[in-house]
Structure formats: C-alpha cells, structure tokens
Antibody, heavy 122, light 108 residues
Framework: QVQLVQSGAEVKKSGASVKVSCKASGYTFTSYAMHWVRQAPGQRLEWMGWINAGNGNTKYSRKLQGRVTITRDTSASTAYMELSSLRSEDTAVYYC???????????????WGQGTLVTVSS | EIVLTQSPGTLSLSPGERATLSCRASQSVSSSYLAWYQQKPGQAPRLLISGASSRATGIPDRFSGGGSGTDFTLTISRLEPEDFAVYYCQQYGNSPPAFGQGTKVEIK
C-alpha cells in the first residue's frame, strides 16, 4: 500500500530555513507527482507547491514563490520541501501528499504523509 | 485565483441524520475538478471525493458529491459516529489549487 513517511518535527529560529523530507513506498515514485500542503494551527489547508516526480517540473504558490523549493531524489523515492526566511507565520504542520494523476497538473491528493510540525520562534 | 467558500462553518447534527455541506467557488471550476477531504483532530486529511462526484477507494456510499460550475455539495446520507470531523473542498481545475476554509460537523 502507498506510504508517505515524513521527517520529524523541527524548531527553527526566525530567518532560518527548514527542509522536510517525504519518503514514498508502495508505488512507482516517478509515475506520480507530489504536493506540499501546510496547515497553521486552527487554519485551513494551504497549498504550497507540487513536483512531477518523473521529470522534476515544479509549480509553486505565488504567496510562497521565492521562499519555497521542492525537489526530489528518485533513487531514494523521496521528495523534499525547503522553506527559507522563516517567520512566525510559517509555524504549521507540513504535509506531503501524492497526486494520483502524475503528468500535467497539479490535481488533487489521494494519499498523505503523517505531517511534520515546524515551529518558528523568535 | 479561485477562492472557495464553504458553508455552514459548523453543522450540529445527531448520528443518523443527513448532512449537506456546500462549497462555492468565486469562478467556474474547470471540468468539475473538485475534491472533498475529511480531517479528524491530529490526523492528516483523507480523500473522500474527486471529480466532484467520484468516491475514492474504500469510502462508504453514504458519502456522495455533486454539483458543477461554481456550486458543489457533499452529502452524508446518515451520519455515523466516525463521520464527525472537519470537511474541506479543494478545486484543481485552475492553477493554483485552493482549499475552502472547512465545515466542522459536530455532534448535537
């Protein structure tokens, strides 16, 4: 079955960067795409960006463009999300989620990681 | 960018009752590319519906989705105890994808 296992919780200072990993198993990693979605405490889900795991094409939220970078390592079946210049408003749970369509996109999320809490302190 | 507005914010119902949740888009959603998710406290969201009306694998048939254009609904025909949660809609017909603010279905 599809499994997305994310790296552990992080505590960062304002201005620092964080990199969260998402290891996929149970399917052919390069045949699908991966979203990154975050959720601040008590807030709605916020789409951050997407990567086609096959060709590496990415799309990003305009709000986060320039601060977020999504990459993948096909040999490790792992996707990464790096967010720079962290501020307190970036405190949230960060999720990776598989896009079942894979080719053009982004579309929707059919399987989700367990989430990674990133706390930004001043 | 498309903005999704869900209503009501909170729905207070009893087990066995019918729940009807609304998701309205600020402009037409291409090809009815709308999904619904369920999220329980401390858990990741779970896909319920894609393409406005197609149930995801393993989702009970008491969940149904409908609508097109700018107005979509999620209906839970008879609420089970495990259905009390927050529900989000998401459009993916126009980039970037966007989520609604959620509807909480709580026990009355």
């Amino acid at each position: 079955q599809v499994q997305l296992v994310q790296s552990g919780a992080e505590v960062k200072k304002s201005g620092a960067s964080v990199k969260v990993s998402c290891k996929a198993s149970g399917y052919t990693f390069t045949s699908y795409a991966m979203h990154w979605v975050r959720q601040a405490p008590g807030q709605r889900l916020e789409w951050m960006g997407w990567i086609n795991a096959g060709n590496g094409n990415t799309k990003y939220s305009r709000k986060l463009q320039g601060r977020v970078t999504i990459t993948r390592d096909t040999s490790a079946s792992t996707a990464y999300m790096e967010l720079s210049s962290l501020r307190s408003e970036d405190t949230a749970v960060y999720y990776c989620a598989r896009d079942p369509i894979g080719s053009s996109g982004p579309y929707y999320c059919d399987d989700w990681g367990q989430g990674t809490l990133v706390t930004v302190s001043s | 960018e498309i903005v999704l507005t869900q209503s009501p914010g909170t729905l207070s119902l009893s087990p066995g009752e019918r729940a009807t949740l609304s998701c309205r888009a600020s402009q037409s959603v291409s090809s009815s590319y709308l999904a619904w998710y369920q999220q329980k406290p401390g858990q990741a969201p779970r896909l319920l519906i894609s393409g406005a009306s197609s149930r995801a694998t393993g989702i009970p048939d008491r969940f149904s989705g409908g609508g097109s254009g700018t107005d979509f609904t999620l209906t839970i025909s008879r609420l089970e105890p495990e259905d009390f949660a927050v529900y989000y809609c998401q459009q993916y017909g126009n980039s970037p994808p966007a989520f609604g603010q959620g509807t909480k279905v709580e026990i009355k």
